[in-house]
């Protein structure tokens, strides 16, 4: 599986964006999708998650009330809409696949497969 993330860059504090992450080489509907985060000096973290229907969401507390992943498996397409955006949103986004049984989708250990990271920048 190849993953190709992008839509990043430079927004203004309470500004949008939306990442974008296609995929390539499987069945896109046959995996879950995950987007993760890592800021300089910090740990990678859990952002928001997809099941392979696109039935089930979930996201990380960070996440809640201001980002929405969405997927479009006709397109092999996974999204991160994320709105009123913060400084501590910085970070390099990734996004991810996976297809174990696992119902943890927050652990990035459930993901085979990696997009390379796509910038985003938030400040004043």
């Known amino acids: 599986v190849q993953l190709q993330a992008s839509g990043g860059g430079w927004v203004q504090t309470g500004g949008s964006l939306r990442l974008s992450c296609a995929a390539s080489?499987?069945?896109?509907?046959?995996?879950?999708m995950g987007w993760f985060r890592q800021a300089p000096l910090q740990e990678r973290e859990f952002v928001a998650a997809?099941?392979?229907?696109?039935?089930?969401?979930y996201y990380a507390d960070l996440a809640k009330g201001r980002f929405t992943i969405s997927r479009d498996n006709a397109k092999n397409m996974v999204y991160l809409q994320m709105n009123n955006l913060k400084r501590e949103d910085t970070a390099v986004y990734y996004c991810?696949?996976?297809?174990?049984?696992?119902?943890?989708?927050?652990?990035?250990?459930?993901?085979?497969?990696w997009g390379q990271g796509t910038l985003v920048t938030v400040s004043s």
């Open positions: 991810a696949a996976g297809d174990s049984t696992s119902t943890y989708l927050a652990d990035e250990n459930e993901y085979e497969w």
């Open positions: 080489g499987r069945t896109f509907s046959d995996y879950y």
């Open positions: 997809v099941t392979s229907s696109g039935g089930r969401k």
